[in-house]
């Protein structure tokens, strides 16, 4: 069951993000929380998945900004969120590290995204080393430059 002070945050809330993080081990148990979706769907703050930058063996092999949507869609249904944070810089290759893991840089696939009736913002979210991740600094930036100021 949510807990009270989290649902009070949360209608209090100007903006909420979910994400970066793992999918499947970190966002969806989050949100599978009895009453976190209700009390998300209930807020009037703008709502923001944040996708991450590459995908994680074993966990999101091969997925895309829609695929991710798919997936939280499927276990907590349609409508949750009103935008979709998605980096646009494929510049820095994956170390090679995460190469050999599998990892790759999650793709954009904007038909598909489109479905999902989310609007898209798309910034430089990543970060130059690892690669794998996002930069904080840009992340906070353009949260706040293309979604909390429209």
Known sequence: MINPEAELAISNAELITVGPG???TSILPN???EGMVTSLKQSKAPKVYICNVATQ??????FTVGDHLE????????GLFDYVLVNSNLNYPLPPSAQAA???QVTFDRDNVAKHG?????????AESPS?????EKLSRAIMK???RR
């Open 22 to 24: 793992s999918l499947y």
């Open 31 to 33: 949100l599978l929380v």
């Open 57 to 62: 063996k074993g966990e999101t092999d091969h």
């Open 71 to 78: 997936a939280l869609e499927r276990h907590v249904g349609k």
């Open 102 to 104: 599998g990892a790759k």
């Open 118 to 126: 989310v609007r898209i913002s798309m910034a430089d979210v990543v």
């Open 132 to 136: 794998t991740h996002h930069d904080s």
């Open 146 to 148: 293309q979604i909390y």
